[in-house]
């Protein structure tokens, strides 16, 4: 099973958009929030502590089972969509 964390900060520019796309992507593919996608804020100390285990250093980032898939940038629709149907 494919599992999605969306890493956001709160004075992030590009989040929001990035927000969305998940989001919007999540939805079409059919996936449940809080079972195979979640959001995390990393000025939360839990959440940091979590981003940092993945060694991010920059917002929007995307963690797909485990691995990162994207840091520090919006991610493309298309590509998002190509990897969680991998």
């Keep these: 099973m494919t599992r999605l964390i969306l890493y956001t900060g709160t004075n992030c520019p590009r989040c ?13 593919l059919r996936l449940k929030k809080g ?25 929007p980032s995307i963690v797909i089972d485990g691995e ?7 991610p493309d629709r298309e590509q998002l969509v190509d990897k969680l149907k991998d």
């Design 16 to 28: 929001p958009e990035a927000k969305k796309i998940v989001e919007d992507v999540t939805k079409a």
């Design 35 to 59: 079972e195979d996608w979640e959001i995390k804020n990393i000025d939360e100390e839990e959440n940091m502590l979590t981003a940092l285990q993945y060694q991010i250093a920059s917002t």
């Design 68 to 74: 990162v898939f994207i840091m520090g940038a919006v």
